[in-house]
Each structure stands twice: as C-alpha cells, then as structure tokens.
C-alpha cells in the first residue's frame, strides 16, 4: 500500500520560514519524481516544485524561485520543500505527489499525499 505522508505545515508570520516533508512507503523512492503541489481557497492545484529520482534536477514555479527548494532523502524516502521570506500569497494546502513513468508492461503511476495547510499571516 503506498502512503505519502505530508507534515511541518502551520501558521507562520510573513517572512517566515517552514520546512515541509513528505514523507513515502509502499514504492521504490528513487524511480519517482516528487512534486510539492498547492491549492488555495477557490484556486486550482498549482505545481509548486519537482525533482527527479535523483536529485540532479528540479524545478520550480516562477512565484517561488530564489525562496523555496525542494530536496529528497532517497535513504529515507523523503522529499522536503524548504520554504523561505514566505508571503500571505503562499497560504494553501500544500500536497506532495509522487510519479512514475511507465516502465516497460508496467503502467504509470500517480500518487498523492493528504496535503498539510499552510497558513502566512500578514
């Protein structure tokens, strides 16, 4: 059975800092690349951050370039969002999503976290 497990959201005065993990069972962490979505109150779900299976590449959306970074534990099967001078912009809940392209017979896959709120005071 594969779990994402989000955790470290919370309340946080603007230009704060939180550190977000995610942390996954039940797949082969490495062959995944994981991904930090947001969605706020009446807006869609937004790609927020990925990196690859290892850890080379990322990328980021333009709104948080130079205040977040994504990074990944495959030791521990973990993927984590540092979020830096966060703004009241930035509160939503915040999911983690974990895909596989497909490999050979073998299908894609997509799963998701349960997300973690984030919440930026001004």
């Known amino acids: 059975q594969v779990q994402l497990e989000e955790s470290g959201g919370g309340l946080v005065q603007s230009g704060g800092s939180l550190r977000l993990s995610c942390a996954a069972s039940g797949i082969v962490f490495s062959m995944y690349v994981m991904a930090w979505y947001r969605q706020a109150p009446g807006k869609q779900r937004e790609l927020v951050a990925l990196?690859?299976?290892?850890?080379?590449?990322?990328n980021y959306t333009d709104s948080v370039k130079g205040r977040f970074a994504i990074s990944r534990d495959n030791a521990q099967n973990t993927v984590y969002l540092q979020m830096n001078s966060l703004e009241p912009d930035d509160t939503a809940v915040y999911y983690c999503?974990?895909?596989?392209?497909?490999?050979?017979?073998?299908?894609?896959?997509?799963?998701w976290g349960q997300g973690t709120q984030v919440t930026v005071s001004s």
């Open positions: 990196i690859n299976g290892d850890g080379g590449v990322t």
């Open positions: 999503k974990a895909s596989r392209l497909r490999i050979g017979a073998v299908p894609p896959a997509d799963y």
